[in-house]
Structure formats: C-alpha cells, structure tokens
C-alpha cells in the first residue's frame, strides 16, 4: 500500500563528484524526458549548475521497441559552471534493449548502465537487433552493469494505489527516477510534491507515480549494488535569482518583456511546428500580459495575421522551422517592402524538406540572408544558448521597432530545447522600447507622407490605421519614395531598392563591437554564431588549461556584421568556424572579408561535443 512506502535515508556518506554526466533512454512512450527533466529541475533547485540535451523521435508514435523509437535526455550537473550537456555519459538508464544499443557506444569507458531487465524478452531484443542478450554475453564487461527487474518493482510499488491494467507501467519512468534520486543524492521531497502538483486531478495516478518513486528510491537503499552513493555540490555561481530554463520558453519571456517595454500588446500569428512549437505553448499561458496567440491553418496565414497585426500597431511575431520559413518567405518579403516591424523566428532544425525535425542543426543562414525574391535585406541575429534568448529576442524587437524592419531571430533545436540555469536580470536595466507613433501629417502642405524617412535610423513612420489625415496606402507595388502611391518609375524603384538596404546596413552602427576573449595574445580565433557558443567555449577553456592559446568570440549580428569584425579578423593567422552546417558563415566572411577561413563542418544531427572543437583546434595550431 502508498502510506506503507516510506523513505529510507543515505547511512553512509556519498562519494563527491564535481559533475557527472546522466543519459535517460527509453522508448517513446517510456517518459524518459519527463524523469530526465525532473532529475534536472530537482538538481537546479539544489544549486547545481547543470546543461541538458533531450532527443527524441520525429514520429508521433514510432514501432515500439526498435531503434527508430528510441528517446532520450541527457544532463550534466557539476558544482562549477559549465556550459554543455556533456561528450560522454557517465550514467545510461536503459529501459529497453533498442535503448542500450542506440546509445551504448556514447557511454564512457567503465561508466555505469542501470538496465530495466524485465524488457530485455526475445520480441525485444530481436526488433533492437540483438542475436543474443547482452545482458549474457560479453556486450558490457566494460561498465559497470545495475540490472533492476524495474517492471516488476513497478508492479508490486503501485498496488493498492487504485490504477490497474496496462496503466501500473506508466509510472516505471518514476521508478527509475526514484533509483536515480538515490544514487545521487537529490532531494525527494521536491519530485514528490511535483507529482502531487501536476496529477492533483487524478490522485490515483498521483499516488501511483508517488509509490513507483518511493519503491525506486527505497530499491536503492536495500540494494547491496547500490550502497555507493554519488553527491554533486552546489555550484558556486554569480549570486542573484536563478531558474532553470528552456530555450523556447526564455524566447517567449523575452517576446512578453519586449511588448511591455514598447507598450503594446503582443501578437503571435504562428503555425505549430518542431521544434518551435513551445513558443506557442508558452505565451498561450499569458493572456494577462496583453499577448494574444493565433494557430493558424498553415504556415503562409499565420505570417499573414501577424503581417497585418504589426500594421495595426503591434508588436508582431510569427514562428517555425526552416520549412515553415521558406513558406513564409513572400509575406515577410512584403512585411520588407511594406516597412513594417515583425520579428521572424526561425527554431531551425535538420534539412532540407521535412528532414530531421527533433534534429539539431544550423543551415538556415543563408536561407535567412538570401531567402527572398528580389533586393530584400533583412537583419539577421542569432541566439547563442538557452539562457541567452530572453536578452537577444528583447534586441531583436528592439531593432525591429526602431527600424520599422522584419528582423529574422534564429534559434535552433539545441537551444530551444535544451536547458539551464538562467539568472532573472535587474528589470530596470532593460531598454525602453516605446515606438514613436505619428499622430499629425509629416508633409509642408499638411499632407501624410508615409515614406518621409528619419534622418537617423531611415525608418518610415508607423502610422495606426484609423487616425485621421493619416490614410496610407500599402501593399506589395513599389510605392513613392515619399508620397506612398504606386510608382513604376525606375529611378524611383532604384531609390526604394537603395534606401532599403541602407536601412538595414546602417544597423551595425547601432550595435556594440564584437568583442574577442584573448588573454594571452593568440594566433588562431574561434569564431562561432548560435548553439556553438557552449561548446566552442568549453574547449577553449579545456585548451587554456593546459596553456594553449587561443582566442575566441561569438557572432550575434549576422546582417549586419559588427563594424569592427574585418578588423577582427585580420588580428589573427588562423580563423575557425565551427557550425553545424556545411559552411555558411564561413562562405559570408570569406565573401565580406576576402580572406581564408577555416571550417569545422557537420550535418549529422548531433551537436559539436567539445573534444571534436579541441582536437581541430589544437590541429590548427600544430
């Protein structure tokens, strides 16, 4: 019975660790990211620093059991700060066979596999492709094996609590958490709660989840094979307020603050796709804040909505995924021609075509460069990490606001999904966004004239539909440079093409220098834009430890380059581009710069891990 499970303390002590690496991998269905985000969240509310990388199927549903349906969720906790989920696990819970093969090769030497045994059935081990079981051949002499009847212990923890049938192996992820919470030292009271929290509707299923945690946690304490227990400290990071978050999640915090800042109301116009599908999920949450969300019925109306929001006065945004972009491609190009702001938001994934939507990868820069019919330059800025993309969506509505301009975010799956410590920054540090509405007409003769440019920033004025004297046409025909009717005068058309893209160029005024982190006068950079931030700059650490020099800095301005970035780049012999695509930034410096850059390229839908960035460092330099 559930009030006959009580938990048993640690009676000895652990052994300290200054990080490990944890991989849950199971079946689809086995809620392997639901235990892998709880032993995150619970470690984040213990003071670990802490990174995360979740994959998992493109399919719905796919077959049970093989390796095309295999999910998993990796984290790295560490009493220091660390900026990957790391190269290698140190721990895989396996929940069935196609999950030990999929993911046993990753695994350090002599790291630690916790296996559900009670999957490991010949129908099992012959759709992950075992001839024999490698719980009985010679497959894991090199670790260090835990075999747990996890189904079984499931079994006998959930009786009594009211679920039966099928349901009673729901709760098997909670048992696996519980052993995990065992063997390192993570608090349970706080998983509990959050169990009683997120199933307050259905006790039965609250209470079943409880029991399984307690029987694996309590499985932990009576085994003899599990009576050395493993802690990692709290971190010793920047004081001041910190929560766990997600990529997506800190995207939308960053939309809501940038709409309060400016003063208007939030307008997302978007269709559901992987992986950007959560900035939806999330700012669905916060109707309170004036944010109003629209799923359209496809890509192409839901840019469509948010076209027509920002010309009502808006701050307009519409998300997706490389496919989605390019479908969206001839609104944003009028949203270009029209000058209005909306910031576009590219959570880029595997490609081309549909690809590989749960995938990480970077291809979509040129897309977002060039991805338009006709002249039509746009600002392009990239956020680095999860717990930069409150900050760069905020300047992304920025420039989009001041320059009256579509501005293309990129994020990507590394970052949308991935997670991590995230400080809440001082609110009265952040920009005051309010746009300057015209309320009066702009011409000598008491006419509106809605190109009228400003002498800075070239932006026209944003005028609110409805405030009389102020009617405007708009549209996808050349306009006037000054009046807005329809012209088809070519020095006319070529002076809306040049002001346009002067426009846009005159941004990189208007954005701080790139800054190089080069302490001890090096000849080879690293340069990197989005997700390879955490990873280039965990080898350059990993390097200058061993007292290789090595400068690195990071792009967030894509369109326009930072002014000072040509002057950058002639500083060193040797510059590195890691990214993962076949050489995208790379071709634009090469292109800007006329100059040879080095590449470190791949499309295998893995992220960098620091030893490949360390070791084609460590090349250039030899």
């Not at 009847?149 to 499931?154: I, W």
């Not at 029991?211 to 094979?225: C, D, L, P, R």
């Not at 330059?377 to 717990?387: F, G």
């Amino acid at each position: 019975m559930t009030d006959q499970i009580e938990l048993h303390d640690h009676d000895s002590a652990p052994e300290a660790l200054d990080k490990v690496i944890i991989r849950f991998a199971g079946d689809s269905g086995d809620g392997m990211q639901l235990a892998g985000t709880r032993f995150t969240d619970s470690s984040a509310l213990f003071g670990n620093d802490l990174a995360t990388f979740p994959s998992y199927p493109a399919e719905i549903r796919a077959p049970q059991g093989t390796l095309f349906g295999v999910s998993s969720f990796q984290v790295q906790i560490a009493d220091y700060d660390i900026l990957t989920a790391g190269d290698q696990p140190d721990v895989l819970v396996a929940m069935n066979p196609a999950a030990l093969k999929s993911n046993l090769e990753d695994l350090r030497p002599n790291g630690t596999v916790i296996i559900n045994t009670d999957a490991f059935d010949e129908r099992n081990l012959e759709k992950a492709g075992y001839d024999t079981s490698p719980l009985e051949d010679d497959t894991l002499n090199s670790y260090k094996v835990h075999k747990i009847p996890m189904e079984k212990l499931t079994k006998d923890a959930v009786d009594g609590t009211g679920v039966t049938g099928r349901a009673v192996l729901r709760s098997k992820n909670m048992l696996a958490l519980g052993v995990m919470a065992w063997l390192f030292n993570r608090p349970p009271e706080t998983t509990i709660e959050w169990i009683e929290e997120k199933f307050a509707k259905l006790p039965e299923v609250a209470a079943a989840n409880v029991a399984a945690f307690k029987g694996g946690y309590n499985y932990g304490f009576s085994t003899e094979a599990l009576r050395t227990t493993y802690t990692v400290r709290k971190a010793a990071l920047e004081p001041g307020t910190y929560t766990n978050v997600s990529g997506n999640t800190a995207t939308a915090w960053g939309l809501i603050a940038a709409a309060q800042l400016a003063g208007l109301d939030l307008f997302y116009g978007t269709y559901p796709i992987t992986p950007a599908s959560d900035i939806l999920h999330e700012l669905a949450r916060h109707k309170h804040f004036g944010v109003k969300t629209f799923q359209a019925e496809d890509e192409i109306a839901g840019v469509g909505t948010a076209v027509g929001a920002a010309f009502g006065g808006s701050l307009s945004v519409t998300g997706t995924s490389g496919p989605g972009l390019a479908l969206k491609s001839e609104a944003v190009s009028l949203a270009m021609m029209i000058e209005l702001p909306l910031v576009v938001i590219d959570v880029q994934r595997g490609g081309p075509s549909t690809g590989l939507p749960t995938k990480p990868e970077q291809s979509d820069l040129l897309f977002a460069m060039f991805g338009r019919h006709g002249e039509a330059p746009l600002p392009v800025i990239a956020i680095s990490s999860p717990s930069d993309a409150f900050e760069t969506t905020i300047e992304a509505c920025r420039i989009a606001l001041k320059y009256m301009t579509p501005v293309i975010l990129l994020s990507d799956n590394n970052v949308a999904n991935g997670s991590e410590p995230w400080k809440l920054p001082d609110l009265g540090g952040l920009p005051d966004l309010k746009p300057d509405f015209i309320t009066e007409p702009n011409g000598e003769n008491g006419e509106f004239l809605p190109y009228k440019r400003d002498a800075e920033t070239f932006a026209r004025p944003w005028a609110i539909p409805g405030t009389p004297g102020l009617e405007h046409r708009v549209g996808g025909l050349e306009k006037n440079e000054t009046t807005g009717n329809v012209s088809y005068v070519p020095s006319n058309h070529q002076a809306m093409t040049d002001v346009r893209a002067w426009k846009v160029a005159n941004i990189a005024h208007d954005i701080p220098p790139l800054e190089v982190d080069d302490p001890d006068g090096a000849d080879v950079l690293v340069l990197g834009w989005g997700s390879s931030y955490p990873p280039i700059k965990a080898a350059v650490n990993v390097l200058r430890k061993s007292g290789t020099k090595v400068a690195q800095a990071h792009l967030r301005y894509l369109n326009p380059f930072p002014g000072n970035l040509g002057e950058v780049l002639d500083r060193y012999d040797k510059v590195l581009v890691p990214e993962l695509n076949t050489g995208q930034l790379r071709f634009l410096l090469r292109a800007e710069f006329l100059r040879e850059i080095e590449g470190l390229n791949k499309v295998d839908a893995t992220p960098f891990k620091v030893e490949e960035i360390a070791s084609k460092i460590q090349e250039l330099i030899a």
